[in-house]
């Protein structure tokens, strides 16, 4: 099974858990980078802005066609309880592409990630593999949960 890993990460959290990921799954990359401002405290406000109105970010350009993976690893931050705005965009553009997919879900605080999972299914219009709900605060993993879709 031909499988992609995609991946947004503001401060590099979540970039650590999804290259862990691909390594482990002999998988493909992809780091999605957005043309918006998201580093320091202005690009954290500008992302709970883009966040908190459910507002997509402009992505560069990549050149990985998603279509030809049978299974793709979302990993995404969670922002204001829903899907990081750059990941938004990517499963916003790319919906038709994906076969099949499993979440990793990184947030901070102590939340149950399933709405978020649940939101990602019906976008996609398909049933997650299974999920990972991981809760990471400063870079220390606090809770990792993997959740296995019946």
Same mark, same amino acid.
């Given at each position: 099974?031909?499988?992609?890993?995609?991946?947004? *990460?503001?401060?590099?959290? &979540?970039? *650590?858990?999804?290259?862990?990921?691909?390594? #482990?799954? #002999?998988?493909?990359?992809?780091?999605?980078?957005?043309?918006?401002?998201?580093?320091?405290w202005?690009?954290?406000? #500008?992302?709970?802005?883009?966040?908190? *109105?459910?507002?997509?970010? &402009?992505?560069?350009p990549?050149?990985?066609?998603?279509?030809?993976?049978?299974?793709?690893?979302?990993?995404? +931050?969670?922002?204001?309880?829903?899907?990081?705005? +750059?990941?938004?965009?990517?499963?916003?553009?790319?919906?038709?592409?994906?076969?099949?997919a499993?979440?990793?879900?990184?947030?901070?605080? +102590?939340?149950?990630?399933?709405?978020?999972?649940?939101?990602?299914?019906?976008?996609?219009?398909?049933?997650?593999?299974?999920?990972?709900?991981?809760?990471?605060?400063?870079?220390?993993?606090?809770?990792e949960?993997?959740?296995a879709?019946?």
């Amino acid at each position: 099974m031909k499988t992609l890993v995609v991946y947004y *990460s503001r401060k590099g959290y &979540t970039e *650590s858990i999804a290259l862990e990921k691909a390594k #482990n799954d #002999n998988a493909d990359f992809l780091c999605l980078e957005t043309i918006e401002n998201t580093a320091g405290w202005y690009g954290f406000f #500008n992302c709970v802005k883009f966040a908190s *109105s459910k507002k997509r970010m &402009t992505l560069f350009p990549y050149e990985t066609n998603v279509g030809e993976y049978d299974k793709a690893v979302i990993c995404t +931050p969670v922002w204001c309880g829903g899907i990081s705005s +750059p990941m938004l965009e990517f499963l916003e553009r790319e919906k038709h592409n994906i076969k099949s997919a499993e979440y990793i879900l990184v947030h901070a605080l +102590p939340m149950n990630a399933e709405t978020v999972a649940d939101e990602i299914d019906k976008l996609l219009d398909i049933k997650r593999i299974s999920f990972t709900d991981i809760q990471c605060v400063l870079g220390k993993t606090l809770k990792e949960e993997v959740k296995a879709n019946d």
